[in-house]
C-alpha cells in the first residue's frame, strides 16, 4: 500500500518547494509532480516537513518520590497529536544501579510506543562497572551520556566524576550531556530560603538563579574542552547560559544548547501566582525566566547559537505536585509540553517573524537529527528517509486544554493560549497516525532507533590538548633530594 502526500509545500531545513511525496513500506520513496498512491492525504495549503524529534522527555520516570505521570503509551499519544514523530527519552539509572540494567527497565517500558524513540543514558555515579558498562551501552546503539551537575544527594555527579565520564564518551565517540546548575549552590540557598520560612512554589525559583546554571555551563563547556569532547547542554534557560554556549561556539569548540518551549514561552511571574497549585504546576529547574531571558533564547535560535527545541517532558499530576505543600523542595521537579512543542514555537516563533519556516524544521528535528548521527534517516524529507512526517496546516487552530489533551494529567502549563499552525496529518514511518486533530495511532508501533556513535566530526575542535599536551624536559642538573 503506498501514500501520496499531495499539493502541499515541502519545507526542509535548507529549502521550501511544491512537491507530492510517495509513502511506501514507511518510507520516502519519490518526491515529485503529479505523484499516484493508493492512498491520497490531501496537503494543499499545507507544509510537508520532517515530523518533529524531541529530544528530550522523562516518561513514566522514578524521581522525587514518584514517577512522571506520562509513559510510552500517552507520552508518545501527546507527540504524535502535536507533529513529533520521535522522542529520545533518559534511561535513569539509581546511584548504585547499573546502565545495562535501567536500559531493560526501559527497554520493558518503551515497548508501548507509538512513534519511534531513541535513549540517551544518565550517568549519575560514577564506577569502574559505570565505565564498562558506558561500552556496551554505545554498542547498543546509545550514544548519548546524561550527567546531572544539580540534585545533590540524588542524581548529582562531582566534577571529577564528569571528567572521568566526558573523557569515557571521548574514547566510545559518544557525546555527554549535562543539566547545568550548579547542585551546592541550589542546596545551600534551598535551606535559607526554608530556613526563612519561605517555603511556597516561588521559592523554587529564588533558589535556582540564573548564575547557578552560568556557572555549571561555563565549567561543563571547559571539562568538556579538557576531556577533548564535544558537549550538549540541556535545557538552557537563560542569558548567562547562553553566553556561555554563544562564547564557546565562536572559539571553535563543539558546543551545542537546547532551549525549551516552555521556557521561550512562559515567565517567572507564574510563580507570583497567588494559587499554589497554578505556581507549582509550574515547578521546573531550570524554572521559567524573565523576559529578557526569553528574548536571548529566542535570538539564539535565529542567530544560530542555540540549536534544537525541546521540552524535558516530565508531567506530574496535581496531586503529585502537592507532595510539596510546606517544603518547595519536595514539589517534584517538571512540566508537560509533548503535545503543545510544534503547535507553541509555529504560533510564537514563525507566525510572528521571530523564524523562518526553515529554521522551525532545524531546531525541531534536522539539527538533533544530526547531532544523533541518525540524519537522514531521521529529521529529512528526502527519498529513502522514513516517513515520519508532519503535514501542518498554517490556519488551523485550536485554544489548548487539558480536557483534550493526550497527556495524563490533570492540567496545562499552556491552558488557554491559542495556538494556530496545527497537524493536518502526522505520519509515524508511513502510518497514518493523526487526521484532523483525531489519533489513529497505534500501541506497540514505535520502534527503538539505534545510534552510530559519531565518526571523527565529533571531535572537539579546540586546540587545548595539543599545546598543553604534557612534555617530560629533560634536565641534567638535578639536585639531591631530601638534604
Ligand atoms: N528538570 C525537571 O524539571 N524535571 C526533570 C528533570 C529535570 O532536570
Ligand atoms: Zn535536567
Ligand atoms: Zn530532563
Ligand atoms: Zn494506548
Redesign the pocket.
Known sequence: MSTVIKGGTIVTADLSFDADVLVEGGRIVEIGQNLKGDEVLDASGCYVMPGGIDPHT?LE?P?MGTY?ADDFDSGTRAALAGGTTMVVDFALPSPGQGLLDALQMWDNKSTRAHCDYSFHMAVTWWSEQVFNEMKEVVDRGITTFKH?M??KGALMVNDDELFASFQRCAELGAIPLV?AENGDVVAELSAKLLAAGNNGPEAHAYSRPPQVEGEATNRAIMIADMAGVPLYV??VSCEESHEAIRRARQAGKRVWGEPLIQHLTLDDSEYANPDWDHAARR????PFRNKAHQDSLWAGLAAGSLSCVAT?H?AFTTDQKRYGVGDFTKI????GGLEDRLPMLWTQGVATGRLTPQEFVAVTSTNIAKILNIYPRKGAILVGADADIVVLDPNREKVISAKTQQSAIDYNVFEGMTVKGLPRFVLSRGKVSVTEGALSSEEGHGQFVARPPAGPVSKALSSWKELTAPRKVERSGIPASGV
Open positions: 522523562h520516570m524521581f512522571s546531572f544539580a540534585y543539566h540541556v535545557h515547578v521546573m529547574s531550570p524535558d516530565c517534584p521537579n517538571g512540566t
